[in-house]
């Protein structure tokens, strides 16, 4: 049984669980036309499915006070991180959020994402907000299928660099108490 439970200074070290490889199964294409943000799915061929993986981040608890770390545990052994840190818009910015990847397809990113929901509705945050990739598009389904609306695309964030011709696609998310 998987329990979501937030890290201290106790078991600090698991903030800075190990980034898995994921599958990249194809991209989220973002538009926006009359005000309106709309998406659909382009797959990849099955011969061009691969598979990527972030560098690790190592992360320093100590000099990330204002953050709110919270893992998903089986048992003690911590499967899934989700990072939040205070965003100057009132909402909390979900830095990071990784499953192992023993761990994936229980649920497990569903629970951390509900989580870092309940944290930001219970602490009087406007809501939750993140990043995605367009060519990480299960990342993308789970944002898009927990209450994640597309608030922005961002086609320019990785020119220059290894990961040109990617873009980063804005997600937020509100409490009902937040919706007009």
């Avoid at 990527?52 to 990330?64: A, G, L, R, S, T």
């Avoid at 873009?167 to 919706?179: E, I």
Wanted: hydrophobic fraction near 35%; aromatic fraction near 12%.
């Amino acid at each position: 049984m998987i329990e979501i439970r937030k890290i201290t200074a106790e078991n600090k070290s698991d903030i800075n669980l190990k980034n898995d490889p994921f599958r990249l199964i194809g991209r989220l294409i973002v538009e926006r036309r009359d005000g309106e943000w709309s998406y659909r799915e382009e797959m990849l061929p099955e011969a061009e499915v691969s598979e990527m993986v972030f560098p690790d981040e190592n992360y320093v608890y100590e000099e990330m006070p204002d953050y709110v770390f919270l893992g998903a545990y089986d048992g003690d052994d911590c499967v899934g991180v989700a990072i939040l840190c205070p965003h100057f818009t009132r909402r909390l910015y979900l830095e990071d959020l990784k499953v192992s990847r023993k761990a994936r397809g229980k649920g497990v990113g569903r629970l951390l994402v509900g989580a870092c929901k309940a944290y930001a509705a219970e602490h009087g945050f406007k809501g939750v907000c993140t990043v995605g990739q367009d060519n990480n598009l299960i990342a993308c389904r789970l944002y898009l299928s927990t209450g994640f609306r597309i608030g922005g695309l961002d086609t320019e964030i990785y020119e220059g660099t290894k990961q040109a011709g990617k873009a980063d696609v804005w997600f937020y998310w509100k409490p009902l108490s937040q919706l007009r």
